[in-house]
């Protein structure tokens, strides 16, 4: 397939109107597959993580696994996360008009809103008033009825789900006052080039209110399309929950292997056992050989019609596996360290007692190298980004170029 080769459009457009208008990348898409993003945002205010998770119509446990916060800790989902602290946001994108976009999310107007504090304070400068007013046909902001359900559509990126061939899940980043792409790129542990590619950026120039995609290094999964939770990828040094809350994936740290085991939430499960052997999910076994090491595994398979499937695996490999190392839980934060733009620095638990995820007895342990979910080794992102001006006009305006693109993009 001549496709493999990626294809870069920088547009610049030039709004001749507006005054200083900030950029967002954008990523066209053609078919109605939904995939998985996250949104670094910002807490305006104390909340409790329920109120933060139905900010975002999100599942509150989802909130707490994908930044790596423990789900044991007692009254978890009452716990008031503290003001300007900084967190990941699970989010799923849909192709509107041939564009990615979250549009799932819904805001219940209060007293004394406009979309000015909507878009800017509440979901911390991630939408703009205008994508609100438009997004609801709003024609008079000064008029905004309390209790009135608005759309808040949120900037998505997936990009395939790989960077450089390589598995990654994507953040939609407001840029700060104080940001430079450099140590933006530090921060997320990516380079200066990989950032400006994936922007499609002509030069390192950012301002604050721009909305970069920060590619993060992430484990993939290789569920069928007709699983549920297709399409599950969970970035490096996080945790994901599937199934009904029923099965827990992890990635990192040593390796990009999605790792996924019984979930310690108490409910009510399918059955997690491979057929035709009395392995549980998660768990591995390992038989030193003249041959090499002999690894069984059950491995998750996806979520299919309420059913947890599994598959059992045998193969052989130079060196037995080491037990299963699973990514430094953190407890529900209460302070916010000086750089709030930082992650809580993972800290081991301090009270082992409550750490879900015990390691295997040293006869069964979880393979590091070879479980599926293997990253899929798949060519470049034949995608196109490109920077405009966030004003109403010119998205539309954007997305029919964009549309011309993909059009006559699709006979390479
Ligand atoms: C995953 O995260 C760990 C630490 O959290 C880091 O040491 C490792 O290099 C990361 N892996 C990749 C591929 O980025
Ligand atoms: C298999 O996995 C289950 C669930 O994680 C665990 O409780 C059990 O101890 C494991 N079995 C063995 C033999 O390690
Ligand atoms: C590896 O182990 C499995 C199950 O324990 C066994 O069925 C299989 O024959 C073994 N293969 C080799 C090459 O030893
Ligand atoms: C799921 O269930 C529906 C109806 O119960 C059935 O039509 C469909 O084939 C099932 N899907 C799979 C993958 O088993
Ligand atoms: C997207 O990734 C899949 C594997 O995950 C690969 O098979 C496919 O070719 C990729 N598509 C593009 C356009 O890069």
Redesign the pocket.
């Known amino acids: 397939m001549p496709s493999s080769k990626s294809v870069t459009f920088i547009l610049i457009f030039i709004n001749a109107v507006a005054l200083v208008t900030s950029k967002s990348t954008i990523e066209p898409c053609t078919n109605s597959d939904s995939c998985n993003a996250l949104l670094a945002y910002t807490l305006y205010t104390d909340l409790k993580v329920s109120e933060v998770a139905s900010l975002f119509q999100i599942d509150p446990i989802a909130l707490l696994t994908t930044n790596a916060i423990d789900i044991s800790y007692p009254d978890v989902e009452n716990h008031i996360l503290p003001s300007q602290l900084f967190l990941k946001i699970p989010i799923t994108c849909s192709c509107v008009d041939g564009i990615r976009k979250s549009v799932s999310t819904h805001y219940k107007t209060r007293p004394s809103d406009t979309l000015s504090s909507i878009a800017d304070s509440i979901y911390a400068g991630l939408v703009s008033a205008d994508q609100i007013k438009e997004a609801n046909s709003i024609d008079d902001p000064s008029v905004l009825d309390v209790g009135q359900s608005l759309v808040v559509p949120l900037p998505c990126t997936c990009f395939n789900g790989t960077d450089n061939s390589l598995p990654a899940i994507y953040l939609s980043y407001v840029v700060k006052e104080v940001d430079t792409l450099a140590a933006i790129a530090a921060r997320y542990e990516t380079t200066l080039t990989d950032l400006m590619n994936v922007n499609a950026m002509g030069s390192a120039a950012i301002k604050a209110g721009d909305i970069l995609a920060v590619p993060l290094p992430a484990c993939a999964s290789k569920f069928?399309r007709?699983?549920s939770d297709f399409g599950l990828i969970v970035p490096n040094g996080s945790y994901a929950i599937s199934a009904s809350h029923c099965v827990q994936c992890s990635c990192g740290p040593g390796n990009l292997n999605l790792y996924c085991m019984p979930a310690s939430l108490a409910v009510s499960c399918s059955s997690m056992q491979c057929r035709n052997s009395n392995l549980m999910l998660g768990n591995v076994t390992v038989q030193q050989s003249s041959a090499g090491c002999n690894v069984t595994s059950c491995n998750y398979g996806g979520y299919?019609?309420?059913?947890i499937m599994t598959t059992l695996s045998t193969y052989l490999q130079p060196r037995c596996p080491g037990s299963q190392q699973f990514p430094p839980l953190v407890v529900p934060p209460t302070t916010v360290i000086r750089d709030s733009t930082f992650a809580p620095a993972p800290a081991p638990q301090s009270d082992g007692s409550s750490t879900p995820t015990p390691t295997p007895k040293t006869e069964v342990v979880p393979a590091t190298g070879s479980l599926p979910g293997l990253p899929p080794a798949s060519g470049p992102v034949g995608s196109i980004s490109l920077s405009f001006s966030v004003n109403p006009s010119a998205t539309l305006m954007i997305a029919a170029v964009l549309l011309l693109f993909a059009m006559t993009s699709i006979p390479l």
């Open positions: 069928p007709y699983a299919v019609n309420g059913t």
